[in-house]
């Protein structure tokens, strides 16, 4: 307990329990119920002072000249001001840690967000880059009828691309420009084989009517693309792309029509196939039937396909029999049985043609494979010219074959 001397002002500490009090500066006896209190409980850091001078409130003599309290601190211990250079540092010092935590509470969950990513892109709300192909933009230049009398197509530019190839379709390579460079414009389906060389690494997207999408990127040689395929009646668009992203490229685009779906091929042959026409036995849909099926028809003898390929024989009808329909890549067996020597042809989504005539053993053709998505067609042909004949065309999924063991 502190207290005020009476008689000099000194503080005096207390136990407590005294009645009176006598002050160590002035040897004046006070008593403590009349002392005024200047703290109920003694500071721990309180020291008495060495010295007393009285405070210009006291005259001398020890008479009061007002009756003004005592200010506890005037005569306690003074705590040294802080530096005013160190108060600036240590606001600076909290400021700068405040900001770095905000920052790495912020940015390092994007960091794991970005290595989560195959691409290592930004999320699409951050990113300024376009998601996808514009196919309503008006090509480049323009669009081109390579219906027949018009075989072929050829122009240079320069190519600017701005979006991942890999945004519109799984599989493309290489960055396009948004807008496509050229657009075909066909009558009727036709062959077109479409090619781009550069100096630089350059790629090709071509996009049907229906929105099918065929890439490549190296199949023309020396790092230039070629797409070959069957486009049907309708617009189709084509961009042209570089493989490394931010660089430019001059190219030359060419785009040839055939009349046949084999460039290489005589063109009486596969003109004469039809495709377009009715298949006797309609479409099957493999994912509508999962375990394909067996169908029976006749054969019309018409068409000699020998010209097609070394490895296509015999003769069939102008219409396919069946168009089978894939929607994803799937490995298939086709083969029939029936009186006489028989043959198969398929015509594959990409214009090409598959053959056989005695895989299947006993005179009987079998084709088995991985086949690409979209429609092939399937024509079923005799050896040798003859009259009508009935067949039992066989599709399924194709099915490893098991080594039997001996014991």
């Not at 003109?271 to 067996?294: E, K, T, Y």
């Not at 169908?295 to 003769?315: D, E, H, K, W, Y």
């Amino acid at each position: 307990m502190l207290v005020e001397c009476s008689n000099c002002g000194a503080p005096l500490s207390l136990g407590g329990s005294e009645r009176f009090v006598k002050c160590a500066y002035c040897d004046s006896t006070n008593k403590v119920r009349s002392l005024k209190t200047l703290a109920v409980h003694t500071p721990a850091h309180w020291k008495p002072p060495e010295k007393w001078a009285p405070p210009p409130s006291t005259q001398a003599g020890g008479v009061r000249a007002s009756k003004a309290p005592s200010v506890l601190v005037y005569h306690g211990p003074r705590i040294a001001p802080v530096p005013q250079v160190q108060v600036k540092r240590n606001v600076g010092c909290i400021l700068f840690f405040s900001l770095l935590m905000v920052l790495v509470t912020g940015i390092v969950p994007f960091f794991f967000l970005f290595q989560s990513s195959s691409r290592s892109t930004l999320p699409s709300f951050l990113s300024s880059a376009p998601r996808t192909i514009d196919t309503t933009a008006l090509p480049t230049r323009g669009f081109v009828s390579l219906d027949p009398g018009q075989p072929s197509i050829t122009h240079t530019a320069m190519v600017t691309a701005s979006l991942e190839a890999s945004r519109v379709a799984t599989g493309c390579h290489g960055n396009i420009p948004l807008a496509a460079d050229l657009g075909i414009r066909l009558s009727q389906p036709r062959h077109i084989r479409i090619t781009a060389s550069s100096t630089q690494d350059l790629t090709l997207l071509v996009r049907e009517p229906s929105g099918t999408i065929r890439c490549d990127d190296d199949s023309g040689g020396s790092r230039n693309p070629l797409v070959s395929a069957v486009l049907p009646a309708g617009e189709s668009r084509v961009w042209v792309g570089v493989y490394s992203r931010g660089t430019s490229a001059m190219y030359t685009l060419t785009a040839e029509a055939f009349d046949s779906a084999d460039p290489s091929a005589p063109l009486a042959p596969s003109a004469a196939l039809d495709p377009n026409q009715p298949a006797a036995l309609g479409v099957l849909d493999m994912q509508a039937h999962p375990s394909g099926m067996v169908m029976r028809a006749t054969i019309i003898p018409q068409v000699n396909v020998q010209p097609l390929g070394p490895s296509c024989r015999g003769i069939v009808p102008v219409a396919p029999h069946l168009v089978v329909q894939l929607s994803r890549p799937q490995t298939l067996r086709v083969t029939t049985s029936g009186d006489g020597d028989l043959t198969l042809v398929v015509r594959a989504p990409d214009g090409t043609f598959r053959c056989d005539d005695d895989s299947g053993g006993r005179s009987q053709p079998l084709l088995t494979g991985e086949m690409m998505p979209g429609m092939h067609h399937v024509w079923v042909g005799v050896y040798t010219q003859t009259q009508p004949r009935a067949f039992t065309l066989r599709v399924e999924p194709a099915v490893a074959t098991r080594r039997s063991r001996h014991r």
